[in-house]
Nanobody
């Protein structure tokens, strides 16, 4: 599975941004993670199968959602009400398996990763 993330950029606090992850094959579980400079990897969101609801990381609850476009083999991360602390490199990840809820936050459960896209939010 090959993944290509895009859509990053520089925005102001309060703005919205949509990231895209183009894949060669949509995984059953698709996830987004981020890594800020000098910090560890952080779970952002995940979407599984035909589930309608995004599993959100604690720091993005109520602001970030995911959507799949099966026809385009693409998943999107819609980011609203962006904050300076959202500044990071964002990575999409995929698994062909259904990852159980308690495990979707762990990057080790995703075998496939794309390159990152930088998101910078200024105050």
């Amino acid at each position: 599975v090959q993944l290509q993330a895009s859509g990053g950029g520089e925005v102001q606090a309060g703005d919205s941004l949509r990231l895209a992850c183009q894949t060669s094959e949509l995984g059953y579980t698709m996830g987004w993670f981020r890594q800020a400079a000098g910090k560890g990897r952080e779970f952002v969101a995940a979407l599984r199968g035909t589930d309608a609801n995004t599993i959100q990381g604690d720091s993005v609850k109520g602001r970030f959602t995911m959507r799949k476009d099966n026809a385009k083999n693409t998943v999107y991360l819609q980011m609203n009400s962006l904050k300076p602390e959202d500044t990071a490199v964002y990575y999409c990840a995929a698994s062909r398996q259904r990852i159980i809820t308690s495990q979707v936050r762990h990057g080790d459960n995703y075998p496939y990763w794309g390159q990152g896209t930088q998101v910078t939010v200024s105050s």
